[in-house]
């Protein structure tokens, strides 16, 4: 899935290619992709020209001159592409002539101009180590599903919430209360690295559907994964366990030498 870093990959590209262009057209994809058709979205592009493209947390913002913001999710196995055809077509719209594509395989993404509930994201200034601390401090659920609920905390997904709690040494099952301060520190201080790391590599590419950037370029993050995807662990070697295991819907990776 998209994560942050990958949608602000994205992001940096449509930035720099289409910031200021004109939106010469709008087509959807196949009916089957919509409950209902999203109208708002169309007429605020139609026409329009890009003042900028934005991101929150996992959520990529096209901001149109005097119109308002469409926001597109990526979902579980969303891409965009410069030209590029599939049948997994939800949305298009045209920059000159180039075609802008959302290809969304698995049907779990979403065109549209409201924006959900956010938390904040572990690269601003609003997340410190006292916010997570309360955050957590309270809670009987598992330490992962907290970090990746987008009403909490914005931006991490499987990938760099496994990576964060590698990294602060805590294992992902355990429940949110159950972090001392100093784990919590570690870890506030884990998603904010990992996280920019991912940015500055331009995100990770693996899995099954692997990230590519709107170009067809992959990320470098994978390089620096220590038990996501992995059989042994990156930092001490040992064995990764819990692949198979579900947190929040999700298979959970740890390594049990090197987290508690
Ligand atoms: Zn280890």
Not at 76 to 95: A, C, D, K, L, N
Not at 180 to 207: F, H, N, P, Q
Request: with cysteine; aromatic share 6%.
């Amino acid at each position: 899935m998209p994560e942050l870093p990958e949608v602000e990959t994205v992001r940096r590209v449509l930035q720099e290619r289409y910031a200021g262009k004109t939106v010469t057209a709008v087509a959807l994809g196949k009916p089957t992709f919509y409950r209902a058709p999203p109208l708002a979205a169309i007429k605020i592009l139609t026409g329009g020209v890009i003042a900028a493209f934005r991101r929150r947390g996992k959520y990529l913002i096209v901001v149109i001159e005097g119109r308002g913001e469409v926001i597109f999710h990526l979902g579980m196995s969303g891409r965009i592409t410069i030209g590029g055809e599939s049948p997994h077509v939800r949305f298009q719209m045209w920059i000159g002539t180039e075609a802008l594509r959302f290809h969304d395989s698995r049907r779990f993404g979403r065109v549209g101009c409201l924006l959900p509930d956010l938390g904040p994201e572990p690269l601003d200034t609003a997340f410190t180590a006292d916010y997570l601390w309360k955050l957590l401090r309270k809670r009987t659920a598992p330490v992962k599903a907290l970090i990746m609920d987008q009403k909490l905390i914005a931006g991490l997904g499987n990938i760099y919430a496994t990576e964060a709690l590698h990294a602060a040494k805590v294992r992902p099952g355990r429940a949110g209360k159950s972090l001392s301060r100093a784990e919590v520190e570690k870890l506030a201080v884990a998603c904010r690295d990992i996280l920019s790391r991912g940015v500055e590599a331009g995100g990770a590419t693996l899995d099954d559907e692997a990230f590519l950037d709107p170009l067809g370029r992959p990320g470098r993050m994978q390089m620096g994964v220590m038990v996501y995807g992995r059989e042994k662990c990156g930092t001490c070697g040992g064995p990764v366990i819990g692949t198979r295991k579900s947190i929040g819907g999700r298979a959970s990776a740890y390594c049990p030498s090197c987290q508690l």
